[in-house]
């Protein structure tokens, strides 16, 4: 059974860094895109950083410059390298992947992240 667990949330205040880390267990077959999405009081989930099975990123506009995602294949691990953290950024973090061949995609339970001004 696939299962993604995410840690490393919690309060800051604005301008400091977190670091997010998501490790994917009882994997079979090849992790393709591994992803971070967040979803804010209100608003709809959005899509803030994916990166490729061959380390190609992309990043929702808002985080340009401030977060970097990057992924450790050996221990089926993504990660999300949050610095100059706003109050917009406030929302739960959730961890997706597409799996194996079908292109399955897995979500985590979702992490807090809350930016004090």
């Known amino acids: 059974q696939v299962q993604l667990v995410e840690s490393g949330g919690g309060l800051v205040q604005a301008g400091r860094s977190l670091r997010l880390s998501c490790v994917v267990s009882?994997?079979?077959?090849?992790?393709?895109?591994m992803a971070w999405y967040r979803q804010a009081p209100g608003k709809q989930r959005e899509l803030v950083a994916d990166?490729?099975?061959?380390?190609?990123?992309k990043y929702v506009n808002s985080v340009k410059g401030r977060f970097t995602i990057s992924r450790d294949n050996a221990k089926n691990t993504v990660y999300l390298q949050m610095n100059s953290l706003k109050p917009e950024d406030t929302a739960v973090y959730y961890c997706?992947?597409?799996?194996?061949?079908?292109?399955?995609?897995?979500w985590g339970q979702g992490t807090q992240v809350t930016v004090s001004s």
């Open positions: 997706n992947i597409n799996y194996g061949w079908r292109g399955v995609l897995y």
């Open positions: 009882g994997i079979t077959y090849r992790i393709n895109t």
């Open positions: 990166i490729s099975s061959s380390g190609s990123t």
